[in-house]
């Protein structure tokens, strides 16, 4: 379904990215989409109960599951879970706004792929969004990517972390036990 | 693995003197278990235009399985392993492994023996697999 992802692409204006974060989700309809009308497949997503989100969803999760399902007759369980058009257009019409943000790229440019980046490049001739920057996602953005793949995002803290007195996650006995064991491959 | 790439910084021995930044580690990592946790990171990434790096195990020497800023692909956990008894390309036939990205040498080597097979692995028993 290139067109869906296309039409989602489209629909994510710069400002969009800026405000991004604040996800909206109608209680009432997400109430009502519950109900899973897939025989064939098992879609391991759904949206929870008891949502009167007006402003800050509480985006947890009991209320956001991995959004992936399980593609039939393949045998290998990591490539049997897959993030299909079908999810993603489940998301949206349940209005988790900026699910956008998920959607996959235009599958019906590959062939001039690679003439679409080079102008691209020299059109916006931009960098990679880093931390700190205004288009950075913010923590609710990040939390929500975290629901979607069932918990599985790790924000970064340094190995050395529990040996440093000023931070937050100092930790003198998993400092020492760290230094113990710093040169065994195992640790780093 | 890659020191130098991630700039040393938070040593847990320079913590005297030294303070604890991220340096050259990935701002965030994603734990994959399955392809859809993969589309979901590199659709997010590029929607997002954040830089995204691949780290499978950490043996890599020019450090490309780091990055500043990045959002990391952590493919450690692929560890699939399926025998197919005759596997036919036009240059081998034979017996094959399919492996998922985060199958390590030593693990390679249990199922090759379980098969009654031999494995050509690379310099550890850590090592992830080039195939």
């Known amino acids: 379904m290139p067109s869906l992802s296309k039409a989602l692409l489209l629909a994510l204006p710069l400002a969009n990215l800026v405000a991004a974060q604040t996800i909206v989700v109608d209680g009432e309809e997400v109430g009502k989409s519950r109900r899973c009308d897939w025989q064939h497949r098992t879609v391991l997503f759904s949206l929870g109960k008891q949502n009167k989100l007006t402003q800050y969803p509480a985006a947890d999760a009991d209320t956001v599951a991995p959004a992936v399902e399980q593609i039939a007759n393949i045998e290998e369980e990591a490539t049997a879970f897959q993030l299909t058009d079908d999810v993603l257009a489940n998301l949206t019409s349940l209005e988790l706004s900026n699910i956008t943000l998920f959607a996959f790229g235009d599958e019906d440019a590959t062939e001039s792929a690679v003439t679409k980046r080079s102008n691209y490049k020299r059109t916006f001739d931009r960098c990679k969004t880093f931390p700190g920057d205004l288009l950075w996602p913010s923590k609710l953005a990040w939390k929500v990517f975290d629901l979607l793949t069932g918990g599985a995002l790790i924000e970064t803290i340094p190995i050395g972390a529990v040996c440093y007195e000023n931070n937050p996650h100092y930790d003198a006995a998993a400092c020492t036990e760290l230094l113990a064991h710093w040169t065994e491959s195992a640790t780093q | ?131």
């Not at chain 2, 990434?45 to 020497?61: E, I, K, P, Q, S």
């Open chain 2, 1 to 131: 693995m890659s020191p130098l790439y991630q700039g040393q910084t938070c040593l847990p021995q320079n913590a005297a003197t030294g303070t604890c930044t991220i340096g050259g580690f990935p701002s965030y990592v994603v734990k994959v278990k399955n392809v859809g946790q993969i589309q979901l990171a590199i659709n997010f990434a590029r929607n997002l235009n954040l830089r995204l790096v691949v780290h499978n195990t950490g043996h890599d020497f020019l450090g490309k399985s780091t990055g500043a800023g990045a959002l990391s692909i952590w493919t450690h956990h692929l560890k699939d392993i399926k025998f197919i008894e005759s596997y036919k390309t036009p240059s081998y036939s034979g017996p094959a492994f399919k492996l998922g990205a985060g199958v390590q040498v030593g693990e390679l080597y249990a199922a090759a023996n379980k098969y009654g097979v031999t494995a050509v692995g690379g310099e550890c028993k850590v090592s992830p697999q080039k195939t």
